[in-house]
């Protein structure tokens, strides 16, 4: 849709909002601009309020820094979680994902993103210090690194790991190998290799 | 995302809004909303007040009923434009792509929508009094079709030929390079020019 045929500066101001959205382009955000104009009032105000409640109101858990409606978040103050486990992630979208595969019954930190000097992002941008402080506080034997496997997430792991050195807590981080249902043939090489390095006893 | 693992309510709410829209699934959605949560305050109040805005100021046009920021859009308006010839479109949507063919100098009219009795639209809901006036007021010569090649399209137009009929107007309709059953807004843009060079009487 090119630019110079929108018939109101409104509709494209809509489109140029809603293009900048992660993976929706100038197509799609035409098609929602005109949804949202074609819809009832009610919509777009709920919309726009959800948007705006969502970004002005929402709390960080002051434990964990998950996102939470209240002041200490519902996995925190689940006294059924183990609370000596705690499971270092990027973002909450990571902290989900792992509580959907209900693998993980212990407590979080989510560190708001990696370590990344390319976009700015240095250990103090992160929720490392109270992690720190978390685990020097003690209660806590075992800090798991549920972080990506790229250099930024393997940087900001070893950064996290050199703080935590004199506490003396037990780290670990989540394997590397194989995936879970997929052919050993299209498996890469690295990760092929670390996955016999890294063999685990195989139970009947 | 399993909904029962939301962290916070806000955050599913938003969720929510952003699932209503077409072609945003729940994984979408949640994407986006996270994206909102860690973007900049700005952005999200940008983006809610342009959705807001869009919805509460966008004027239509006065002859065309073509969305606009002044009484008389930009189409309308230009002296151009040949005003003896009139487009008759379903939404704004039609026309942008229609525009962007650059095959059609003349004017539209924008009837929001067509005839579809299992939607409850009837011929009242849609601009076609407002067209027949038009035409009732002189200075139109012919009136084109541009309505996508469905039975609710079909039976639009025939609707507006029986409105017509009395004026003495040349119909016209574009030409089948459009295939049979398929939705106007998802023509190509090369095949929608064809089909509006090549428009051919409308028989009754």
Do not use: W
């Not at 689940?78 to 909450?92: A, F, L, Y």
């Not at 212990?106 to 700015?120: A, C, N, T």
């Amino acid at each position: 849709m090119k630019d110079s045929t929108y018939p109101s500066l409104l509709l494209e101001n809509a489109v140029n909002q809603f293009a900048r959205l992660p993976g929706i382009g100038r197509k799609t955000a035409f098609r929602l601009a005109l949804y949202v104009l074609e819809s009832d009032r009610q919509f777009a105000e709920d919309f726009a309020n959800a948007v705006l409640t969502l970004k002005n109101e929402v709390k960080r858990c002051r434990c964990c820094k998950n996102i939470s409606d209240t002041d200490l978040c519902q996995i925190c103050s689940n006294p059924k979680r183990d609370s000596s486990i705690v499971c270092v992630v990027e973002s909450v979208r990571e902290l989900m994902l792992i509580e959907n595969t209900a693998s993980f019954n212990g407590l979080y930190h989510v560190l708001g993103g990696v370590i990344s000097p390319m976009d700015g992002i240095g250990p103090g941008d992160l929720e490392i210090s109270s992690l720190v402080q978390r685990v020097e506080e003690g209660g806590i034997k075992e800090v798991v690194f549920a972080l990506s496997t790229t250099t930024e997430g393997n940087t900001t792991a070893y950064y996290i790991a050199r703080k935590l050195a004199h506490t003396g807590v037990l780290l670990s981080a989540v394997a590397q190998g194989v995936a879970v249902g997929d052919e050993l043939q299209y498996a890469d090489e690295l990760t092929l290799g670390r996955s016999i390095e890294n063999r685990v006893p195989y139970r009947l």
